[in-house]
């Protein structure tokens, strides 16, 4: 029978690189009239490769962060582009409920297991 930590390990680390991303992305749309601002985006997809092959979250995150290439460059060096900061955001938070929501389930059904239900 696998251990707790095994049981939460996928989604707990995906809801800690969501969370993560998140707040890269709402630092970014906050940043959107800072001159020279550089915005910064999460891989998620390769990050949580890498943390299922046994890498750590933290390190996962760091390595699979970087940069992001702007469309159309400003003058002032800003890489914001808000658009599609907001859209990247709002679909990275529907994801982030969505885990929520599975890693609930999976607590309840942990639940039920307990009471014999």
């Given at each position: 029978?696998?251990?707790?930590?095994?049981?939460?390990?996928?989604?707990?680390?995906?809801?800690?690189?969501r969370s993560q991303r998140l707040?890269?992305?709402?630092?970014?749309?906050?940043?959107?009239?800072?001159?020279?601002?550089?915005?910064?985006?999460?891989?998620?997809?390769?990050?949580?490769?890498?943390?299922?092959?046994?890498?750590?979250?933290?390190?996962?995150?760091?390595?699979?962060?970087?940069?992001?290439?702007?469309?159309?460059?400003?003058?002032?060096?800003?890489?914001?582009?808000?658009?599609?900061?907001?859209?990247?955001?709002?679909?990275?938070?529907?994801q982030y409920r969505t885990t929520?929501?599975?890693?609930?389930?999976?607590?309840?059904?942990?639940?039920?297991?307990?009471?014999g239900e």
């Amino acid at each position: 029978m696998p251990s707790l930590d095994q049981v939460f390990a996928l989604n707990g680390g995906a809801l800690k690189l969501r969370s993560q991303r998140l707040n890269m992305l709402a630092s970014n749309i906050a940043n959107a009239s800072t001159p020279g601002y550089k915005a910064k985006d999460l891989d998620f997809d390769r990050a949580m490769q890498q943390a299922q092959k046994g890498s750590s979250i933290d390190k996962a995150m760091s390595d699979h962060t970087g940069f992001r290439v702007p469309l159309q460059p400003s003058l002032d060096g800003n890489t914001v582009e808000l658009a599609v900061e907001q859209t990247l955001f709002a679909e990275n938070a529907i994801q982030y409920r969505t885990t929520l929501s599975f890693l609930n389930g999976q607590v309840s059904s942990i639940k039920r297991a307990l009471k014999g239900e």
